[in-house]
């Protein structure tokens, strides 16, 4: 099947005649090459907007895992302006992340919970991990009395987010590392506010009246001083 050659171009109407193979002694090689890329960049963008969620996934992972470590933290710093410019880091409303179920005299998680935890963990994941805290902190105090029972959908939740906050905890120590934080009182602020709601939970489980033991968040959070 023959190669379909490049539109017409009435500004370099010389440049026709080069086709999908471009030769070595193509006096027009730059332009050639410029319209090769950008009909890649093209058709990968028609793949992106098509492609969907899991594909991408598996695509960034790939190329994540056979790429230089710097194509991972040009990645990541994509990701924290994306982040950013969407109002990602905005702290969320406690209202309507767990409802309860008076029949079983039991709550239960909502789907607002997993997209605000989904939410956190794009943060800390990309490295903004004191933004994370500071929602975290609004789903702690949210749980504050919460009524769950052991094997319970419920309770898978609550240990989920407990790892996820010493796993924001690891990141916000990885942002000091790296020189990135820039506004010490936002971090210990984030920090504070989230010990804070962990050690009220603590309170209200040991009183009897519900409530979840955020233990392993707890740990990261008294073993790291900022």
Not at 14 to 42: D, F, G, K
Not at 67 to 75: D, E, F, G, I, K
């Amino acid at each position: 099947m023959r190669a379909t050659p490049w539109p017409e171009d009435q500004t370099t109407p010389s440049v026709r005649h080069c086709q999908w193979s471009i030769p070595p002694n193509c006096s027009h090689r730059a332009e050639c090459l410029r319209r090769t890329r950008a009909l890649e960049n093209l058709m990968m963008d028609t793949f992106i907007a098509n492609a969907n969620a899991e594909d991408l996934r598996a695509i960034v992972r790939g190329m994540l895992a056979s790429s230089p470590p710097v194509s991972a933290s040009s990645l990541a710093s994509l990701a924290r302006r994306r982040l950013i410019q969407t109002g990602a880091a905005s702290v969320p409303s406690p209202e309507g992340l767990f409802v309860s179920d008076a029949s079983r005299r039991v709550s239960i998680s909502t789907a607002k919970l997993q997209q605000i935890l989904s939410q956190v963990r794009a943060l800390y994941g990309a490295g903004l991990g004191f933004a994370g805290l500071r929602i975290l902190a609004v789903v702690v105090k949210a749980a504050e009395g919460i009524r769950w029972t052991e094997g319970s959908e419920l309770e898978t939740a609550l240990a989920a987010i407990d790892v996820d906050i010493s796993q924001a905890v690891q990141s916000c120590k990885e942002e000091v590392d790296s020189g990135r934080m820039s506004d010490q009182v936002f971090a210990r602020t984030a920090v504070n506010e989230l010990r804070t709601a962990v050690k009220s939970n603590r309170r209200v489980v040991e009183s009897g009246r519900g409530g979840y033991l955020f233990e392993q968040g707890e740990n990261a959070l008294d073993f790291w001083k900022i």
